[in-house]
Every structure is written in C-alpha cells, then in structure tokens.
C-alpha cells in the first residue's frame, strides 16, 4: 500500500480523533489510531473512551490501534518511523480548560510536549505529509470578551459590526487570561504554524470552537452538548456557570470537521491557521440548547445557577468561516445544530438503554 494511503490519527478514541478514522477509512485509507484510554485518567470513568476505540476495531477493518502515549518521545519517534503515515492528523489531548489548572504538568506534557514529539517525529519520518492539528479557539483567550456586546432575551451577542460575522484568525492570541489549558494549546499551535513555516512542512491549526457529535463521551469539564443531553436524559442537574446562562458557544458536528481535515490533506498549504467553528448560523446559548434539547427529549431541563463564571471563559464565541470558505470553497457546513442535537439525543438514548 502507497504511503498515501496511510493516515495515522492521535486521540483516535476520542470525539474528533474517531470520526477522522471513520472518514479516512470510507475514503480508502489504512488507519492507524493512537489512543491510551488517558481521558479516563483526566475525567474519571465517565471520560472511559474504550468502548469508542473497540468500536472503531469491530467497524472498520482498516484500523489498527496503537496504546502509546504521546509523551512518550522515543515511542512516538519509532513509531512514525515505522508507519510514515502520508496524513497525521493530531486530535489527542487535555481538551478541558478547567482541569488543566489541577494538573498543570500533564496538560502541558501532553499538549505542548506531545505535540512537538509529533512534529519532530514527522519531520524526521514523512516532512511533507499534511500535519493537522486540532488547536482550540481558547487559543485568543478572553479577548473576545472585549468585544462591545448586546444582551438579548436568550444570547448575548457582539455590538461591534467588525465582528458581525464572527471571530477572525488575524484576532490577537496576546495579552489575555487563557487558562493553562489555553496557553499549553497556544504552545502547540505556535509550534505548528512554525514548523509549517521554518520547515515548509503543510501544517495547519484548526482553531475549534464547540467540535460535537454523537460519540463523544462529555463531561461537566468538557463537552458541553453532549453533556447537556445526558444530563437531560438522566434527569440530572446541569450548572449554569454565570452570564445568565446566555453564553454562546458557536457548535459544528464531527463529521464537517472531519470533511475539512481531508480537503485541507488533499490541497495542503504551508503553517496555515483556520477558525473551525459551526459559524453564526450553529450558534447557540446555554438557554437556547435547554430549549431545543427539552423540544427533542419532551424533558425539562434540570439546572441550577452558579453566578460565577469559568475563568477566561468566553462570553460570546462564533467563528467566523470566511477564510475555510474562500480556501476551500468545495467545504461548507453540511449538518445543522438542530440535526446534531438530535444524533446526540439518540445516541445517548441507546447508550444508557444498554
Ligand atoms: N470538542 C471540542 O469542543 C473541542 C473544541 C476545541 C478544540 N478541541 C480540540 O480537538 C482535539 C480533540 O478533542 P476531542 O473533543 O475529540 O477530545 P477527546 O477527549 O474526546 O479526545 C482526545 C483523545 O485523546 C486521548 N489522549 C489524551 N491524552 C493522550 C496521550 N497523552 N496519549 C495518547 N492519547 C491521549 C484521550 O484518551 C482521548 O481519547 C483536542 O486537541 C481538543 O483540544 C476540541
């Protein structure tokens, strides 16, 4: 089998990490997934991701899976100098901002460190294979909540008409509160447009704003749809964490970001940073997802208020897709909120049956 025809997938178990396996495969590739099951060490059994990687090993015949860990710099070097994957697509971290203050040294281990291991390792192995890396757009920190803002009934949204079609990459990373989270994700993002840069390797980070779907194993610290719904489902209560409840978060199915990584792996450009987000129109508030889960389930929402907001945590958040668009304008959005809420919906619903 051609080089190409190899993708190798960190964080394979997890949300992002699986729909790429799932995608590459039905595009005819052999799959590799590294994956070490470290979200349960992170989130605690609820976070366990085993049971999306034994899925992946029963549904797709191209996969194989690989228990490393990303900090491990000679497992990752020998490993990629095995495979010399013609894609690397980096989807494995500590995603949650408020966990990282508890544990400082393995979120900046695993998406500072274990992002550059990847790097070096794919410099020395496969240079000129696209390399994506899933960054996140905490990456601005709280800047965006500068924006002169407008409070609505349901959402908060931005005053400033700059600003009328959403976030922009050009937006300062600088000068704001990140979480630890935000700036051990600033370090792997800025190492990747450089690498892209110094080296003339196609790298890109894919700056993400709510990335959801029906595999994903959401937790109160990470994943706010899905764990909404669950909360729902289970008729628990979910908390608020200050601004009304108005917060907005801008929410793009796995899928769509799983179909932009293969555009961009088809026509790389060289350090690129895009903006990944479901955009104005897949915008919602926490209120607003109360409202359209409690439609879907036909159950209220259980929820208590907490008049503190999380730390660095965006007020109004929406990405504006204009330059994913205009350079890759056979991409667009192809599922809408409500239709991922659903998915979410009846995937919970068949997990906690069985
Ligand atoms: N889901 C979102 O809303 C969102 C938003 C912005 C950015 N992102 C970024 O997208 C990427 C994927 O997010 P996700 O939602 O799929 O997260 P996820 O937690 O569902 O998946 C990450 C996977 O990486 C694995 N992993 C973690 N540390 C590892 C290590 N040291 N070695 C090997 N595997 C390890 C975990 O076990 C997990 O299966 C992350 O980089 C995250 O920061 C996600």
Request: glycine share 8%; with cysteine; charged share 25%.
């Amino acid at each position: 089998m051609s080089k190409e025809e190899r993708i190798l997938v960190t964080g394979s178990s997890g949300l992002i990490g699986s729909e790429v396996c799932t995608y590459f495969a039905e595009q005819g590739y052999r799959v590799h997934g590294v994956d070490n099951n470290q979200r349960a060490v992170f989130f605690g059994p609820q976070g366990d991701t085993r049971w999306n990687q034994q899925r992946l090993e029963r549904e797709l015949p191209s996969f194989v899976h690989h228990e490393l860990d990303i900090r491990d710099r000679n497992g990752v070097l020998a490993l990629l100098n095995e495979i010399r994957p013609g894609v690397i697509v980096h989807a494995a971290a500590q995603p949650s901002h408020d966990r990282a203050a508890t544990i400082p040294f393995d979120d900046f281990d695993t998406n500072a460190g274990g992002t550059l291991n990847m790097l070096e390792a794919a410099r020395r192995s496969c240079p000129e294979s696209p390399f994506i890396y899933l960054s996140t757009n905490k990456v601005y920190g709280d800047g965006p909540n500068r924006i002169s803002l407008v409070e609505l009934e349901t959402r908060w949204d931005y005053a400033d008409p700059q600003y009328a079609e959403g976030i922009p990459e050009t937006f300062s990373i600088d000068q704001s509160v990140h979480s630890l989270f935000g700036a051990s994700k600033v370090a792997g993002d800025v190492m990747v447009q450089e690498y892209g840069r110094y080296f003339q390797m196609p790298t890109c980070c894919l700056r993400g704003g709510c990335l959801t779907g029906p595999n994903h194993s959401g937790v109160e610290l990470h994943g706010f749809l899905s764990y909404l719904v669950r909360c729902n489902l289970e008729r628990r209560e979910y908390r608020i964490f200050g601004y009304s409840g108005k917060q907005v978060r801008d929410n793009i199915h796995s899928r769509d970001v799983a179909r932009f990584i293969h555009a961009f792996a088809e026509a790389p450009r060289v350090g690129e940073v895009y903006n990944l987000g479901g955009g104005k129109a897949n915008a919602c508030s926490i209120l607003e997802a109360f409202a359209l889960v409690e439609r879907l389930t036909g159950e209220p929402q259980i929820s208590r208020y907490v008049d503190d907001n999380r730390i660095g945590d965006h007020i109004c958040y929406y990405s504006d897709l204009r330059k994913m668009r205009a350079h890759y304008p056979r991409w667009d959005l192809t599922v809408t909120l409500e239709q991922t809420v659903a998915q979410i919906v009846d995937a919970w619903q068949q997990k906690l049956v069985s």
